[in-house]
């Protein structure tokens, strides 16, 4: 039997540096059960991507509410809007997911996302000369965070001038998703931040949005508002829900694999030296990274609506499950060689994006915007070396990255 506080091993800040060594022993028991009311924890790779295929998981809010997760209460985190289609269930999570692919994606929008590679070329550009005669830089600040921030903002159709004030409410609403936070002392106020954050950013949104009902323009959010295909229309409410979502599930995942990616790149000067001679190796450098690194950690958020059984143990209807990515993916029956961070390993089918009906709706856009920003930093920066390793991390245990990464250098290319 496993130290009795796993879970709380997981969560425990003095762990989130190097985590990997307690996903290796929470390994040994792949279906760990600590706590009456606590949640079962799956860690194999092969166990979690049948899970997450399995529709006996439900990601319905209102499940896990009445599992008794009071911390992630659906009205709690919703602050008035209807839930996302991230937190809903078939056939309402399908709905809602074809009508926003309708707008992202192909069929109808095959090049939304390949026709924003000079656009997003263009912000790295800026945001790398802005470094201007620095030495030494915070990537996260100066980089990583302003990056995709401007590009998600840019795809709904954002105005650029308001673009700051995203920062300020996407940061607690990001917050709220941890599962640490909004169970201490302070638990009433962050959530109340969390709520007050999510109604102000969703006021925002209101009004863009009628604009765009009213004069569509070639963006995100005017396909969304305006979209009439087979599965009707979304409406006001479910636009903004939506959109919401797209800020929110994109921001903080993106910068932290931008992030996560340098600290790996210059802890692996190799790989910083193939990528600089052939950015083609962005492509299974992001991949790999997305397996070794991955800035979504754990899937606290399933409930069972029916009794599973996995690997023998019987996990009971309305128990609640988290299903360990970054554990299942260094998983030695699923990869060889795991603890390793390969590019150039043949097979890397991670769990970073998930799996199955909830698999990562914005991974085409993800996975290009690291690409282009880590093979750009890689090509500009003279002689990068880490400030501080292993740097200052973030609270939050299912966004994994660091605050801040210092990062010296000789000079810009
Ligand atoms: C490196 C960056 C990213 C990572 C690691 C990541 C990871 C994930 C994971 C693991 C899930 C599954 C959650 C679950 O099963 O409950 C997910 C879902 C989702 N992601 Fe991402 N994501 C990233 C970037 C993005 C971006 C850029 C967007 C949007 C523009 C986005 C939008 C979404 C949405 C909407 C869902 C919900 C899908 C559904 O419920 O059907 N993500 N993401």
Not at 44 to 61: F, G, N, T, V
Not at 142 to 167: H, N, W
Not at 193 to 211: F, H, I, K
Not at 228 to 244: H, I, K, N, Q
Request: charged share 30%; glycine share 8%; with cysteine.
């Amino acid at each position: 039997m496993p130290h009795a506080s796993m879970m709380r091993q997981i969560t425990d800040f003095a762990n989130r540096a190097n985590p990997y060594p307690v996903y290796e022993e929470l390994r040994r028991t792949p279906v760990l059960h600590e706590e009456e009311d606590g949640p079962y924890l799956i860690s194999s790779y092969y166990d979690i991507k049948a899970l997450l295929h399995d529709p006996r998981i439900s990601s319905d809010a209102a499940n896990l509410a009445a599992a008794g997760d009071d911390a992630l209460d659906q009205t709690e985190e919703t602050g008035g809007l209807p839930p996302s289609f991230l937190r809903l269930d078939p056939p309402e999570h399908d709905r809602l997911r074809r009508i926003a692919n309708g707008a992202f994606g192909p069929p109808h929008r095959p090049r939304r996302i390949e026709s924003m590679r000079g656009q997003m070329r263009d912000i790295v550009t800026e945001l790398i000369d802005g470094f201007g005669d620095a030495r030494q830089i915070d990537l996260v600040d100066q980089f990583a965070y302003p990056f995709p921030v401007t590009v998600i903002c840019r795809l709904l159709g954002v105005p650029r001038e308001d673009e700051p004030k995203f920062r300020t409410w996407v940061d607690p609403l990001v917050a709220s998703l941890d599962p640490d936070t909004g169970r201490g002392a302070d638990d009433t106020d962050h959530r109340k931040t969390a709520r007050e954050a999510r109604m102000q950013l969703g006021m925002y949104l209101a009004e863009l949005v009628e604009e765009r009902a009213r004069e569509p323009r070639d963006d995100m959010l005017s396909d969304l508002v305006n979209s009439r295909g087979p599965d009707g229309a979304m409406t006001m409410m479910e636009v903004l829900s939506t959109s919401v979502l797209l800020l929110i599930a994109g921001h903080e995942t993106t910068v932290n694999l931008i992030t996560n990616g340098m600290l790996t790149l210059l802890r692996h000067p190799e790989y910083l030296r193939r990528l600089r001679e052939d950015p083609g190796l962005s492509v299974n450098i992001v991949e790999e990274l997305l397996r070794y690194e991955p800035p979504v950690q754990l899937v606290p958020q399933r409930t069972c609506i029916g009794d599973i059984e996995v690997r023998g143990v019987t996990i009971p209807k309305g128990s609640r499950i988290w299903l360990v990515l970054a554990a299942g993916n260094r998983d030695p029956e699923r990869f060889e060689d795991p603890e390793r961070f390969d590019p150039d390993r043949g097979d890397i089918q991670h769990l970073g994006f998930g799996s199955g009906i909830h698999s990562c709706f914005g991974a085409p856009l993800a996975r290009l915007e690291t690409q282009i920003a880590l093979s750009e930093l890689a090509r500009r920066l003279e002689s990068p070396r880490l400030v501080e390793d292993p740097p200052p991390y973030r609270q939050n245990a299912v966004l994994r990255g660091p605050r801040h990464l210092g990062i010296a250098f000789e000079g810009l290319r």
